[in-house]
């Protein structure tokens, strides 16, 4: 038993279902031109006599090996030329092995390996014709035919271009000498083989040529899948079309019994027009009938008015009258009392002053004429004492007066026939508003329920402040009735008011919807920032305001006044200038900054000392962000932007309809009811560092700011900046609880971030 190798492909099979390429089929004989060398080369030679595509076997590479020796033989090497006489395969076999007693040699194969490339490149078995053939013109007479004609058939369907038919006919010569060595065909097959390109690997080609089936495969079925969906389409863009037809058709009938009944609802309306035309000139003739008849009433109240007017006249001249000799005989009693004085010794110096001060008269103004009355004679005792006190008033002349002076937060407090006392104030909306002062069991007064005071000239103090749920805050008196009313510039000092003759202008440092600021020099002071309001934006008296909150804040982390600018032209805040401008821009301009942990606490704790100091001494800021702080040299930080401050010693404040906020950096208190407190600002705060740990981004960024509050109820808060400490995000979440009780004051929020960096920022110890 032989045991060999397992070749799985037969050359005849791969000839019959035509799967080789011709590079490939040239690959195929040069191998068996190759195997032949070997079996030629040996000593003695071997011949191989049964050279056919049977006998060709491949690998799964496609390199051809031949197989069978069955019949080969080695030629005798003490023969001549190694000749042997062995039978072999006859449809191969030249002439010389088909004779009687044949004697060949090596040269066999040589003729069965031009047979075998006439059936490679034809892919057809080698049949050859007759021997021998009728000579063309003579009967009888036949001759022998060569055997490349014999065998032309084969090359019929060949090229006859194809490189290796030379070959062929040269192995197939009918002579053995003709025919060239193996090895002369193995080089010819090599060089004819060294023209075509490289071939690939099979199996390479093989997974491509699997590749290519699978995708045609997957192709085919994709396209079956978009037939049975192109059918079902157009089956439903059908039964589309058929009910949008019926649809229209449902339309058009609509349509046209809608037409119908506009034209009939038409017809009706022309006649209601007519009836109403008919009726509105009835109308008309009758309200020319009563405008006639009002005309004479009118005038008839007019004159009654002026009657009454005239009598008044008479009343206020006899009053006036009354006033003088009142005066004329205090006058008398005061020498009386003089000339008793001087009478006196040094002891009566004192009652000479009371005296005098008591013959000093009193203006008083009635419908706006004024006459004098003495002193001594008004008793000014509780509301009696107060400037905006005006008991006589009535409710309509307080209107009226409010109205002509036309300023927002004009009032008047006077007596009410409902409650004890009334509060009018005129709105910016010019409207006058009239709040009762009401008194409860302890009386104690008060116009909303949350705030109780134990006497008037308390509440009123309050809501000079506070909006308190006014419409706005009781800012002035009207000049009307106080026309001796300070000016403005008497709020200050004659220490905090500065010439402007003394300041230099330079460069603007910032701009806003209503105040612009610029830098500047005064004195001794060196660098200054002035704070001025744009023309046509806003009331100067917003800016004293404002100023005037400021003279009350004394802390090094709040920005520092020097002074007003007040009665010489446009009002100016002059404060300290801080080198390096609003918060906001310098950590935008300085994103590094975010790295160093310490300075950005540094800048956290100072911000919160001095909210700290805000919400110790009873006032709300309502506005605190990095865009209202400022930088100066080695990050010192200091809150500004005090436009919005208010004094609430009880810590609630309820903002006057209309006022403005911002959205993003305020509780939902603040949104839904406008009510502002420490704890609104401890919100506030909380957003402050978180811009300050994302380098100044705009919170909430991409969300719109009535979509603000709908987030944050429903638990939505903005997320940790990539470089905050944990412990610092922490304290931002707490200052973000929707109940404001739930936060913690800036005292704690300060003992936090102190306990962050250690001893550095330790309180002073007496």
């Given at each position: ?137 003579k009967k009888k007479s036949f001759k022998k035919v060569p055997e490349w004609e014999r065998r032309s ?462 919400e110790q001494s009873g006032f709300i800021h309502r506005d605190l962000a990095a865009r209202n702080c ?36 305020s509780p939902p208190e603040v949104i839904t009811h406008g009510r502002f407190s420490s704890k609104s ?86």
């Open positions: 038993m032989l045991v060999m190798e397992y070749l799985p492909l037969s050359l005849t099979q791969c000839l019959e279902r035509e799967e080789l390429s011709l590079q490939m089929k040239y690959s195929i004989l040069l191998d068996v031109a190759k195997g032949l060398c070997y079996l030629h080369g040996k000593r003695p030679p071997i011949v191989h006599r049964d050279l056919t595509a049977n006998n060709v076997l491949l690998t799964s590479s496609y390199s051809a090996k031949i197989s069978d020796l069955g019949v080969s033989r080695l030629a005798d090497t003490f023969k001549k030329d190694h000749l042997t006489t062995a039978p072999g395969n006859a449809s191969v076999m030249p002439p010389e092995a088909l004779e009687d007693n044949p004697v060949y040699d090596h040269k066999l194969d040589v003729f069965s390996y031009g047979c075998l490339i006439l059936h490679v490149l034809t892919g057809q078995l080698p049949k050859p014709t007759k021997e021998y053939a009728p000579e063309p013109g058939n084969y090359i019929k369907n060949i090229p006859k271009e194809n490189e290796l038919l030379f070959l062929a006919k040269r192995c197939l010569s009918d002579i053995p000498t003709g025919r060239p060595e193996i090895v002369d065909s193995c080089h010819f097959v090599e060089q004819v083989l060294s023209k075509y390109p490289k071939m690939q690997n099979v199996m390479q080609l093989i997974k491509e040529k699997e590749a290519a089936e699978k995708h045609i495969c997957e192709l085919n079925a994709e396209n079956e899948a978009l037939r049975a969906e192109k059918v079902e389409i157009e089956k439903q863009l059908r039964a589309d079309c058929e009910r949008l037809t019926a649809k229209v058709a449902g339309l058009q009938n609509t349509l046209s019994s809608k037409e119908n009944e506009f034209n009939y609802c038409t017809q009706v309306l022309k006649e209601i027009i007519r009836s109403r035309d008919e009726q509105l000139v009835k109308l008309q003739e009758d309200n020319v009938e009563l405008l006639k008849k009002r005309e004479a009433d009118l005038k008839e109240e007019h004159l009654t008015e002026l009657a009454a007017m005239e009598e008044y006249e008479a009343k206020l001249l006899a009053a006036t009258t009354e006033h003088k000799q009142q005066l004329c005989e205090s006058h008398r009693e005061s020498e009386v009392k003089v000339s008793e004085v001087l009478k006196e010794p040094v002891k009566s110096s004192q009652a000479l002053k009371d005296t005098t001060a008591q013959q000093q008269s009193t203006p008083m103004a009635i419908d706006g004429k004024e006459g004098l009355v003495a002193s001594n004679i008004v008793k000014k005792v509780g509301l009696e004492s107060e400037d905006w006190f005006f008991p006589t008033l009535s409710r309509v002349e307080a209107e009226a007066i409010l109205k002509q002076e036309n300023k927002d937060g004009t009032f008047v407090v006077r007596n009410s026939s409902q409650e004890n006392y009334a509060i009018s104030v005129f709105s910016q909306n010019g409207n006058v508003y009239h709040y009762p002062i009401k008194n409860d069991k302890e009386k104690k007064y008060f116009v909303s329920e949350k705030h109780r005071f134990p006497t008037v000239i308390k509440l009123i103090e309050y809501y000079k402040l506070n909006g308190g749920g006014l419409v706005t805050r009781l800012k002035r008196l009207p000049a009307l009735l106080v026309s001796n009313q300070p000016v403005l510039s008497s709020a200050f000092d004659y220490k905090w008011q500065i010439d402007k003759t003394e300041l230099s202008f330079g460069k603007e440092l910032g701009s806003g919807e209503f105040k612009r600021v610029v830098a500047g020099q005064w004195r001794n002071k060196g660098d200054i920032a002035i704070k001025m309001i744009k023309e046509d934006t806003m009331n100067e008296e917003h800016l004293i305001e404002e100023a005037i909150l400021m003279l009350k804040f004394q802390h090094d982390n709040l920005v520092k006044l020097y002074g007003v600018c007040i009665g010489q032209g446009p009002v100016y805040i002059i404060t300290e200038l801080m080198a390096n401008g609003c918060l906001l821009q310098y950590l935008r301009n300085n994103q590094h900054l975010v790295k160093k942990t310490d300075i950005m606490l540094d800048m956290a704790i100072q911000i919160c000392d001095a909210m700290k100091f805000f400022l930088v100066g040299y080695s990050n010192i930080v200091k809150v500004g932007g005090f436009s919005l401050a208010r004094f609430v010693p009880d810590d609630q404040y309820t903002a006057s309809e209309g006022a403005k906020y911002a959205v993003k950096w600002d401890v919100w506030s705060y909380g957003i402050l560092l978180w811009e300050l740990w994302s380098s100044g981004k705009n919170p909430y960024l991409g969300i719109s700011n009535p979509l603000v509050l709908d987030k944050v109820l429903s638990g939505y808060r903005l997320e940790k900046p990539k470089l905050c400490p944990s412990k610092v995000y922490d304290l931002m979440k707490r200052s973000w609880q929707v109940n404001p009780s739930d936060r913690p004051s800036f005292a704690v929020l300060l003992d936090s971030l102190k306990a962050m960096v250690g001893g550095d920022y330790s309180d002073p110890v007496d």
